[in-house]
């Protein structure tokens, strides 16, 4: 049996290596987890042994899942959303696990079923993947259409609901013979555990929290928080309720404070990573020769529990109001199995409270696993599937179609804004100011119906497909504007406006300069990055009021815009800066002191090569004076003080380089 340091290395290797291969393959990594487990565990390879030990470690995992969910619970969002929370999604959950629970009772008559374990499976089966879903939804640019706010209530309501489901299932462990006495006094003790937690604990987290922040310490408010996650799920578990109980309870008292936001920042990457570990784990339950002897069970219980699935979600959309379509996607994105219900299912088998038997646990960890695996090419081709069953879809298009050409037949010339947020408001405003044509493109209904009831052009369409734009006229258009600040939806949008109308102006907004390079080569005429242009407002309003010309002020303004702001593109790092991720990799300055004895003295900027590792040299400051641009023909002198511009792996091999240390590898 391998020891604690071999284990994590091993969890960690082959983990890393599946997840790679899943991403690769455009898979959810959730998936890439459960392969690895399963393929180390004792069923297959044998590597790690399915021990207590390696269960209680992946326990922190659905620790710091609960936790995030919640720090995302929020009394206003739940006010707002509650005829979908708390009606189609209360409806969901209740019906999937009546139905269930129903079809228990019918298989106690052939074998033996006991309520305990049906309500498990219930429970496990009414679960959707939150994970997989919400990403995807955010990567087709569905959140705000109409089925996509249906999906969002739902999995909001399915994630409130397994709080109550991890009180109950314990209980439903500890005393079959007396099941109404254990379960009262399990919602008892949970509801003066959660009281007490709730009542004292809001009155001091935010105090606690503002105590912890004024010390400056990033390392101090990570160890807090940790204190906070781990001591709430620890006083929960001494009260013999879950874990993820006290951890949920964590997150709902830090949202009430000022610091959810940065929480939510710092506990990501030990939420994924633990969260990942617990998937491991969860897949080192499967027995592949379980699954092979019995697979006709695992297609069965794969295929049969989403078609009911999603007839059920689908058919409970329509009674709430959706149209077909819409309907039918809410149940197309719904129907797959989900992350809680592993949660769920985790401490049931034969090492857990036994409520589950384990060639039972063995079918359903598969048949959810592929349903999961089919969730992402099920959602893909959701558009297709809609179209093929509902006649009353082709309509709804051609209906939306209508209205966005009814907006534009009457305009040539014009605006074509898409996105009518903040910033395509005001832009409206500007347009109308000067008597512009504008025809605008939102997936907001409720923002849509407003901003036409009062005289705005504005229509329903999403703005990244082709035929939307089409009748939005954009080839009849002088300029098409975005106004969402994320890239990869700009990008989207981009793609089809250069492949119907590559001649077309278009500017993009952006949040900063992080992405101004892949949005001009995806086709951006300008872009405008929201931070340069704050700072440039800012500059020029001091400059005024310094005294400085207003000529000379717009004509700095204009030379740093047609530079595409390359005076701005890069800052000098503080403790208090967000981190560099993989996919926000900003240009930095970097100040380098030439030491003496460093290798660089004497040599020329060219000499050195550091020019070729993508890094400009900005400045030199030379006893005290400061020269903008060297040359590459400028040798450097003892005591210069030189200023890069580049990305940190860059600039950290040129200073190497530069002082002559070994780890510049020459």
């Excluded at 329903?460 to 994320?486: N, Q």
């Excluded at 010309?549 to 208090?576: C, L």
């Excluded at 400009?616 to 030379?622: C, L, M, Q, Y």
Aim: net charge negative.
């Amino acid at each position: 049996m391998p020891n604690a340091l071999e284990l994590s290395l091993i969890l960690m290797l082959v983990a890393v290596l599946a997840v790679s291969l899943f991403r690769h393959w455009k898979l959810p990594a959730m998936l890439g987890y459960l392969f690895a487990g399963t393929l180390i565990g004792p069923y297959s390879l044998g590597i790690v042994p399915d021990t207590a030990e390696t269960r209680h470690l992946a326990e922190f995992g659905v620790v710091f899942l609960m936790f995030s969910i919640g720090l995302e619970f929020s009394l206003p969002k739940l006010h707002a959303m509650r005829r979908v929370v708390f009606g189609l999604g209360l409806a969901q959950v209740s019906l999937t696990m009546l139905g269930v629970m129903g079809l228990g009772l019918l298989a106690s008559y052939f074998f033996d079923v006991p309520f305990s374990t049906a309500f498990v499976l219930a429970g496990a089966a009414a679960m959707s993947s939150t994970a997989i879903v919400s990403k995807l939804l955010s990567e087709r640019l569905e959140l705000d259409s109409p089925h996509g706010r249906q999906i969002m209530g739902i999995l909001l309501f399915q994630d409130l609901a397994v709080v109550p489901l991890l009180i109950i299932i314990p209980a439903l462990g500890q005393d079959a013979g007396n099941l109404t006495l254990t379960l009262s006094l399990a919602m008892v003790k949970a509801a003066l555990v959660l009281g007490l937690m709730l009542v004292f604990g809001q009155r001091m987290m935010n105090w606690w929290m503002t105590f912890v922040a004024r010390s400056k310490s990033q390392e101090l408010f990570v160890l807090n928080v940790l204190l906070i996650t781990l001591g709430l799920a620890w006083l929960t578990e001494l009260a013999e309720l879950s874990l993820a109980l006290g951890a949920f309870v964590a997150g709902i008292l830090i949202a009430e404070t000022q610091y959810k936001h940065q929480v939510e920042e710092d506990i990501k990457p030990f939420r994924d990573v633990l969260l990942g570990l617990f998937f491991v784990t969860t897949g080192m339950l499967l027995n592949p020769q379980a699954v092979i002897d019995n697979w006709y069970w695992v297609i069965g219980l794969a295929v049969l529990p989403v078609l009911a699935k999603l007839i059920l979600i689908a058919a409970l959309a329509r009674v709430f109001g959706a149209n077909t379509g819409t309907a039918m996607r809410t149940g197309i994105y719904l129907a797959q199995a989900g992350e809680f219900g592993f949660v769920l299912l985790a401490n049931t088998g034969s090492a857990g409270f036994g409520l589950v038997p384990d060639p039972w646990l063995q079918t359903i960890t598969a048949s959810m696993v592929l349903s999961m695996l089919a969730a992402p090419f099920m959602i893909q081709h959701a558009d297709r599937i809609v179209l093929r069953f509902s006649s009353q879809e082709w309509l709804q298009k051609s209906l939306e179609l209508h209205q966005i050409a009814q907006k534009s037949l009457s305009s040539t010339k014009h605006v074509l804004i898409c996105g009518f947020g903040r910033s395509g408001q005001h832009l409206a405003r500007l347009l109308n100011r000067e008597d512009l044509d504008y025809v605008a493109l939102d997936l907001d209904p409720d923002r849509i119906r407003e901003a036409t009831a009062a005289g705005d052009s504005v229509v329903f369409g999403d703005a990244a497909k082709r035929e939307t734009l089409v009748a939005a006229g954009l080839l009849r258009a002088s300029c098409v504007v975005v106004t969402f600040a994320e890239f990869k939806s700009a990008e989207k949008v981009l793609i089809a406006v250069r492949a119907l109308a590559p001649n077309v102006p278009v500017v993009v907004r952006t949040y900063d300069e992080s992405d101004l390079e892949k949005l001009i080569a995806a086709g951006a005429t300008e872009v405008v990055p929201e931070i340069l242009e704050g700072s440039l407002m800012l500059g020029s309003q001091a400059l005024m009021l310094l005294g400085v010309p207003v000529s000379r002020v717009v004509k700095q303004i204009r030379a740093i815009r047609e530079s595409r702001y390359q005076m701005f593109r890069g800052v000098f790092r503080g403790v208090d800066d967000e981190a560099d991720t993989p996919e926000n990799q900003w240009v930095r300055l970097h100040s380098v002191f030439v030491e003496p004895g460093a290798s660089g003295v004497g040599k020329s900027l060219a000499e050195l090569g550091i020019l070729d590792l993508d890094i400009e040299v900005s400045a030199i400051r030379r006893r005290g004076i400061r020269g903008g641009d060297p040359s590459p023909d400028t040798q450097l002198e003892s005591g210069d003080i030189l200023v890069l511009k580049g990305q940190p792996d860059s600039l950290s091999l040129a200073e190497a380089i530069i002082l002559g240390r070994k780890s510049a590898g020459r």
